[in-house]
Structure formats: C-alpha cells, structure tokens
C-alpha cells in the first residue's frame, strides 16, 4: 500500500475531525494533515509555577494560582453594555479578587467551595490592592493538562477552543508524525550542526517539553525556512539576471510632462536621488528589480508614480499593488490628479462586476494604463499583457510569491517593491538578495517631528480637554484601538465602547467616527472620506489605518494600550500624523508596569527615527524568546524571524549556497 504525505492527506482523516470541525479548520486555511501540523502556536504559556496570592504584583503580568473559590456575585456594570462577574479566590496565603467582563455564563459553571486552577493578567485595582482580569480558569480535577509549557494557537473566532485544538494536533502528530520528510537529510553542510529531526521538532514545537527542547526544535525549523527561502532566492537571482529587451522613453514623452507640470511641491533631493537610480535601471540593460525603503511619510509614492509615468508614456502598463483596499483608494484619488485623463483604474475586491470587466477588457487590450489595486490584480482573470513595470507598496505585507506572480503576468518586468520597515542593510542584502537597495534617507521639508507623551489612563480628563483643543484649533484625532486576534471580539468591543463613550459624552457636539476591519470596504471608505473630508474629526480606529493612510490635517494620535504594540508597529502608527505644517502629538496610553514594556514605550517616546528604534527593538527583544506576541516584522516567514533569528538566517544562507555548488556539479 502506497503511504500518502501528510500534504496530500486530507485533515479529516486525522482522529477527532468530522466534517464539521473541518470545515471550521479550512477557515484557518487548514485543508491538509501538514497544513495543521505546520500550524504553528504563536506563543506558549507557561504553566508550570504555581504563584502564591501573597508573593503576587502587578508587575508579574500574567501570573497562574491554584486557589478556592469563596464567593462569586453577578452585577451590572455602572457603565452602560457591561456585566461584571466578581469573585474572590483564596489560598493558604491570602485572597484575590477576580474580575470577569461580559462572562455571564461563567456564575452557572462555578461552584463556591472548589479548588480552580486561575491563569490571567494582573491589574492594581482602584483602590489600590491588585485584581486579576478575565482569568482563563480550569476545575482542579483537570489540573493535569495544564502543568506543562502549554501551546497557544491563533484560532479567530471561528468557534474552536485552544484545548480542541491542542487535541487534534496531537492526535495528527502521533498518526503522521513519522511521515514528514526530512528537507535537511540529505543536505550536508557545517552550519546546519547538529539540530534535531524534523519529526522530533515538529512534536516539541507544540508540545514542548522544557526551554531548552523548545528552543532547539524551533532552531531546527527556522533553519529550514531560511534554508529553503535561500534556496528559493539563490535560483531566482541566477533566473533574474535577465537583459532588458524594452526601452522607456525617459524624459520626452506626454505622461512624464503631465506629471511633473501637475506635481504641487519641490521633490526632495532624497527623492531625487531615488528616482535617478531607477531610471539608471532602465538605461541599463539589466531589467529593474529593486527595493525602495524610506521611513513613513519620505514620499516614496511619488516616486514610484514618477517612474510609472515613464513606463505608461511609453505604451506600456503599470500594476500597483498595496495591502489595503482603504490605502488602494488613497493612492488612486492622488494619481487621477497627477496623470492625464483616463489613465488610471482601481481594481480591488469590491469594484462592481461591470467596472471590473471595463478594466479587464482595457488591460487584455493592451492600453498603456496604470491599475492600482490589492490582490485583486494577481488573480489568473486579470490580464496584464504589456506590463511593463509592477509596482507593490508595503512590501512586508506580501510573500516573494505574491510579488513573483504579479511580476510574471508579462515577459521581463520591471519590478518596484517599496517597504517603510527600516531593516539594517546587511539583513535586507540576505532578505532581498535578489534586489538592488535604493534608500530615501530625508522627510519632505517643513515637517516637525511628532511629540510623543506617555501618560497613564488616570489623565483622561486632561486628555480630553487637550483633543478638544485640538479639534477646536481645527485638527483631527485618531484613536487607536489594538486587535488581536486570539481576543478579537474582546478588543473590538473595547474599541466601540469607547466609540459611544466618547461619542455621547466627552464629545456629545463633535463629530466622532468608528472604522475597524469587521467594516465592510464600503463601509470603511464612507468612513474614511468623511474623516479625509474633515466631517468626523475624531476617529476612533483599530490598526487599519497602521498602513500608508495620509490625512495631512490629522494632529494627534492617541494609542490606547500601548502596551499591546511592537515598537515598529507604533513607530508606523505615529508615521500617519505630522503630515501637515501644525504640530502634531502622538499620545501613548499604558498602566503597564512590566519592565519591558517600560523600557520600549520610553524608546518611543524618546526616539523620533525608525531606524534607531528598530535597533532598540532588536535589543529588547532580544534572540531566543520564549514567548510574547508574534511580531509582525518584515517577514513572510512561519516560525523565523529575520531579525531576531539573524545569526540562524546567516547559517542557512551559507547553507544553502554551499549545497546549490553541491548539487550543481
Ligand atoms: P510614504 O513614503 O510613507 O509612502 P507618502 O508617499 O504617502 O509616504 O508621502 C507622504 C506625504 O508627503 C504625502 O502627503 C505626499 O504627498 C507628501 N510628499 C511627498 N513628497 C513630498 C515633497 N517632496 N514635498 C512635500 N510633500 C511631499
Ligand atoms: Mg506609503
């Protein structure tokens, strides 16, 4: 009998998943025995230690204690939507009082009298002794699920529970575990040492059994990403040293003249410089493969746009691809400005089914036409037959397949990526290999750098009178609300909460808004053009806007929980304000009390520069984490990441090289 991999066995065939759950997995992109093996948690708790109630303090974060339950009542919140569950909590050292926010269906299920095993977050409570928050909590009788280092996955909310989940993966690992081929067997080379298999890792990645094994099973598996990534880049450098077979007509041509008449400002010599090195691509007879990095807000749009004109005006097509439908529209309403009629098309997943073929029908045409849109344009329906030039911001955003495809819709294109995460060149030399670095190094002139305070939440009031001062002087304000996503109907119900507060009484006369991704697009456009427009001044937001959003009238930026954010994710926030000639303010709110947490939100606010702090970034972080949020960096990677796992990116590469020589003999 032929034994079938694990990626072509499909999930419900591993114990304890029906139909049902697998329909629910698919949302998670699981269709495959290997999808969910590889489904790796983000982060891992470690329940282990017992703490004693009376060695707790806030600054713990999240503690775990065994302790009986001694009383429990349910009353309504003094604010409006909200139903508070108390209950206090005793060991042989003291009592703990335990707060849980909408949870109604918790009083049913908790017996005073029984030993609980509580696992959460500490606060100090108002007046002044310490709380813990929305415990997760655990009957005694199954304590013994939770004395290890316990995997925690990202599941949504598609209405599975962590444990379901730990269930299944450990039932696919003991059936098909010994099937997953071993990339590294073969590959013999200094630097892969001596890491584990890959059965062996797979296995401790979500089972761990201590630091150390954890820590060596992600080794091995952040090796084999880099390796295989290295791999991939090392083949397409040597595919992409391509001649360039077209020819641009670089300065006299209608498009160009049309775009540099209509441009409202000077371009800075950083821009400039920029655009003197793509057209050195073009006058080269290599075709274009580079790397645009400028911190937010360097205007690295309007270079792109130039060297667009370029490529349109000589009869070939541009795509431009961004993340966002929200900053597709952005940049869609600026080039109708700068480029002559008709030459402009925005395709994204909601443009209506008749516009959509209109544009299909002018692309397969072959007109000389610039489509900005999202992932839209690399779907197989949308022809690109004479593209001349793929352009795709926030690269970070996108894998180097999605850029490849979009890439590959015509022969020999020229390829523009653009990225504000400041990454160290000799990281971005490994990372994007395959591409020339073109750095926009200076801001437009006349902006200021953004004053960044940190203040508790016990100075809402002066806030509020600020942010009115500020609206009243003509400015407008976000509010910025984290999402996560393991507690995502939690936050987003924090984030409308504040919306009403705000909106019917801090603000009952000023005009306040709410965007957050469960919007539909249309939703969040009339949203957005009402907060560009300057009808609703004060926006509150989850992170949507974090991406390439401009509304240069914007003068302050509050972030609420600051504590729940990387640095480069604030540092990318603050980038939205600060765009225009007044002074702007980016206010960080946090009652954290964790030490690193201190320690970078002072970074913040002490440090205007992307570059610096994504150098603190690097070294409060620090290698080898155990656990933590999962960061989003510049990475398309599942378990490794480039920056902190540079020394292990290195090893692969070398790796990698040594066995292409290999293998190429
Ligand atoms: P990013 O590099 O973050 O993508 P953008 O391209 O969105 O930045 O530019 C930020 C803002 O700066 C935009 O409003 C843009 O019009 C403006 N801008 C760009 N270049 C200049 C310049 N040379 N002078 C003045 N404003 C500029
Ligand atoms: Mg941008």
């Given amino acids: ?120 977050r500490l606060v100090r409570a108002p007046y002044g002794g310490l709380e813990m928050v929305n415990p997760e909590i655990t009957p005694q009788e199954r304590a013994e699920e939770l004395t290890a280092i316990v995997p925690v996955y990202s599941l949504g909310s598609i209405g599975l529970s962590q444990r379901q989940f730990r269930k299944i993966v450990k039932n696919a690992l003991e059936a098909y575990g010994d099937r997953f081929e071993d990339v590294l067997k ?122 667009a004109s370029i490529v349109l005006g000589s009869g070939y097509q541009v795509a431009f691809m961004v993340p966002t439908e929200i900053l597709a529209q952005q ?60 352009i795709i911001d926030e690269q970070h955003r996108f894998g180097v397949n999605q850029r490849m495809e979009l890439a590959r819709k015509a022969p020999d294109v020229d390829v523009l990526v653009m990225t504000a995460t400041p990454i160290p060149r000799s990281l971005a030399m490994t990372l994007y290999g395959d591409l020339d670095l073109t750095v926009i190094d200076e801001l437009p002139p006349g902006r200021k750098p953004v004053k960044t305070l940190w203040i508790t939440s016990d100075k809402r009031e002066r806030l509020y009178r600020f942010m009115r001062e500020q609206v009243e002087a003509g400015g407008q304000v976000y509010v910025i609300y984290p999402l996560i996503e393991e507690s995502e109907d939690v936050d987003l119900l924090a984030a409308e909460q504040m919306y009403t507060y705000l909106k019917s009484e801090v603000f009952p006369d000023i005009e306040v808004g709410l965007v957050h991704g469960r919007m539909s697009a249309t939703e969040k456009k009339q949203v957005m053009d009402d907060f560009y427009s300057g009808k609703i001044k004060i926006l509150v937001a989850t992170v949507v806007v974090e991406v390439g959003i401009d509304v240069p009238n914007a003068t302050v930026m509050v972030i609420e929980h600051a504590e729940r954010f990387g640095l480069s994710q604030l540092h990318q926030l603050r980038g939205r304000i600060g765009r225009g000639d007044k002074e702007a303010y980016c206010i960080v709110v946090s009652d954290s009390e964790n030490e690193k947490t201190r320690r970078r939100l002072g970074a913040f606010v002490k440090y205007p520069d992307g570059f610096e702090l994504s150098e603190i970034d690097l070294i409060l972080r620090g290698p080898g984490e155990f656990s933590g949020q999962r960061q989003h960096g510049p990475s398309e990677f599942r378990v490794g990441n480039p920056i902190v796992d540079f020394p292990i990116l290195q090893r692969a590469r070398r790796c990698a090289q040594s066995w292409i020589r290999q293998t190429e003999k």
């Fill in 1 to 120: 009998m032929k034994v079938t991999s694990p990626q072509e066995t499909a999930v419900q065939f591993v114990k304890g998943v029906g139909p049902k759950l697998a329909q629910k997995l698919s949302r998670l992109g699981i269709e495959t025995v290997w999808d969910l093996v590889f489904y790796f948690p983000y982060r891992y708790e470690d329940r282990r230690r017992f703490w004693k109630i009376s060695e707790l303090s806030p600054s713990d974060g999240v503690c775990q204690i065994r302790g009986q339950l001694i009383h429990l009542d349910l009353r309504r919140s003094w604010r409006r939507g909200i139903r508070l569950l108390r209950a206090l909590f005793k060991d042989d050292t003291g009592t703990l009082l335990v707060l849980w926010f909408n949870q109604d269906y918790l009083a049913d299920k908790l017996q005073v009298g029984e030993e609980y095993i509580l696992y959460g």
């Fill in 331 to 390: 940049h869609y309403a600026k080039a109708v400005d700068l480029f002559p009629a008709g030459r402009v098309e925005l395709l994204t997943a909601s443009t209506k089914r008749k516009e959509r073929e209109r544009i299909i029908h002018r692309l397969a045409e072959g007109e000389a036409i610039m489509v900005i849109g999202t992932h839209s344009l690399i779907q197989e329906d949308v022809p690109i037959p004479r593209l001349g030039l793929a």
């Fill in 186 to 307: 073969e590959v013999t080379c200094r630097e892969k040492g001596a890491l584990p298999s890959i059965q062996e890792a797979l296995k401790e990645l979500h089972f761990p059994s201590d630091e150390a094994s954890l820590a060596k099973a992600r080794e091995r598996l952040v090796f084999e990403e880099f390796f295989r990534f290295s791999l991939e880049l090392e083949r397409r450098k040597r595919y992409l040293r391509k001649d360039r077979t077209r020819r641009y007509s670089l300065y006299s041509n209608e498009v160009v003249k049309c775009f540099v008449s209509r441009l409202s400002f000077e371009l800075t010599s950083a821009q400039k410089r920029a655009i003197e090195e793509l057209l050195s691509d073009f006058r080269s007879n290599k075709i274009m493969h580079r790397l645009l990095q400028g911190d937010v807000g360097s205007g690295k749009t309007v270079v792109a746009f130039y060297v």
